[in-house]
């Protein structure tokens, strides 16, 4: 069965760059840039990596980020993140980013756009693997700053595959964002957006409502109000779920308690991603693996949680029938 899910052709959808970040990387990029570390070895990385909350896990995050100061650094971080998880049978992937993060410490919008831009492309020569790309916004700082980077983002506005929203949730609701997301649609830019991760189910309905979203990162919360289920299985707007992340953030206590079947069992649509692999423990295999622990569920299960995901890419129509095929021959 694991040999069977790693070559399943599978597709990530909610991943942070930054957040596949890993320890070791972390050192030489520091090392390269002469940015000082608060830690003296790898371990020591990995052993701070006990998270109470979705904040305390972003501290660690935006402090780790530091090291990334150049296009040739943002290249080498996607690059390092792509290898992995073409070994892993990913046949695509969607990285999102936070330039807000990079702009604050004096890095200009077009290292982050162009470094991954590189790797992008680089993957796909290398070993066939597509992409897309999604430029968020951190909820927890203004609405105007967020406007003023999608403004300033206009050299790249058709490398954009969407716009995101992320960060601390709780006390910043979608609403917030309303006219940034306008800005956006306004412009032909798809949008996706966290909600129901740590904050409540009415975020993911105001974030229907307000932003116009295609996608919802998280959702998990949605079981907390039945007619927000009945309007997801209606639409079939997807949650883009990582049980890893929300074990290892203490949204839930164990896989076990965790609510995806549940959600499933609602005939709402739903896909299995990592979110910030090298914190959480793991790339979008260790999700479906964590899931066949927990859940036992069949191949059944993961076709169509791998489907589910090929429907809802931002990708050419030709490739998600390619990618569709290949699935059912498995
Ligand atoms: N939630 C919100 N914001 C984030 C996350 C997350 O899991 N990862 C990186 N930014
Ligand atoms: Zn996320």
């Known amino acids: 069965m694991k040999t069977w899910l790693r070559e399943l052709p599978k597709v990530e959808l909610h991943l942070h760059i930054e957040g596949s970040l890993e320890p070791e990387l972390m050192f030489s990029l520091a090392a390269r840039n002469g940015v000082d570390l608060p830690y003296a070895s790898v371990d020591e990385v990995r052993a701070a990596y006990d998270f109470s909350d979705l904040q305390s896990f972003l501290a660690l995050y935006y402090q780790g980020m530091r090291v990334l100061r150049t296009e040739q650094?943002?290249?080498?971080?996607?690059?390092?993140?792509?290898?992995?998880?073409?070994?892993?049978?990913?046949?695509?992937?969607?990285?999102?980013?936070?330039?807000?993060?990079?702009?604050?410490?004096?890095?200009?919008?077009?290292?982050?756009?162009?470094?991954?831009?590189?790797?992008?492309?680089q993957a796909e020569r290398e070993w066939g693997m597509t992409t897309a790309?999604?430029?968020?916004?951190?909820?927890?700082?203004?609405?105007?700053?967020?406007?003023?980077?999608?403004?300033?983002?206009?050299?790249?506005?058709?490398?954009?595959?969407?716009?995101?929203?992320?960060?601390?949730?709780?006390?910043?609701?979608?609403?917030?964002?309303?006219?940034?997301?306008?800005?956006?649609?306004?412009?032909?830019?798809?949008?996706?957006?966290?909600?129901?991760?740590?904050?409540?189910?009415a975020y993911i309905s105001e974030a229907l409502d307000v932003l116009d979203i295609r996608r919802i990162d998280h959702g998990v919360a949605c079981l907390q109000d039945p007619q927000l289920v009945a309007r997801l299985r209606e639409t079939q707007i997807p949650l883009t779920v990582c049980p890893l992340s929300n074990m290892r953030l203490k949204v839930v206590d164990r896989m076990a308690d965790h609510p995806l079947p549940a959600i499933?069992?609602?005939?709402?649509?739903?896909?299995?991603?990592?979110?910030?692999?090298?914190?959480?423990?793991?790339?979008?295999?260790?999700?479906?693996?964590?899931?066949?622990?927990?859940?036992?569920?069949?191949?059944?299960?993961?076709?169509r949680l791998a489907g589910n995901a090929i429907d809802v890419a931002?990708?050419?129509?030709?490739?998600?029938?390619?990618?569709?095929?290949?699935?059912?021959r498995c």
Request: glycine letters at 8%.
């Open 264 to 303: 499933i069992d609602q005939g709402v649509k739903v896909t299995l991603n990592s979110d910030d692999p090298a914190y959480f423990g793991g790339g979008v295999l260790d999700n479906y693996l964590a899931c066949l622990d927990a859940f036992g569920w069949d191949r059944e299960m993961f076709k």
């Open 133 to 201: 790309l999604i430029m968020s916004f951190l909820r927890d700082r203004e609405a105007l700053e967020a406007m003023d980077v999608l403004e300033r983002a206009a050299p790249w506005y058709e490398v954009i595959d969407a716009v995101g929203l992320d960060s601390a949730e709780v006390g910043n609701p979608p609403a917030k964002f309303a006219a940034v997301f306008e800005r956006a649609r306004e412009l032909g830019i798809a949008r996706v957006a966290h909600a129901g991760e740590e904050g409540p189910a």
């Open 73 to 121: 650094d943002f290249h080498d971080l996607a690059m390092a993140y792509l290898g992995r998880a073409h070994e892993d049978g990913v046949v695509h992937v969607e990285l999102s980013f936070d330039p807000q993060a990079h702009l604050s410490r004096g890095v200009e919008l077009a290292v982050p756009f162009e470094g991954l831009r590189r790797a992008m492309r």
């Open 314 to 328: 931002f990708m050419p129509e030709s490739r998600r029938s390619e990618l569709l095929e290949r699935l059912s």
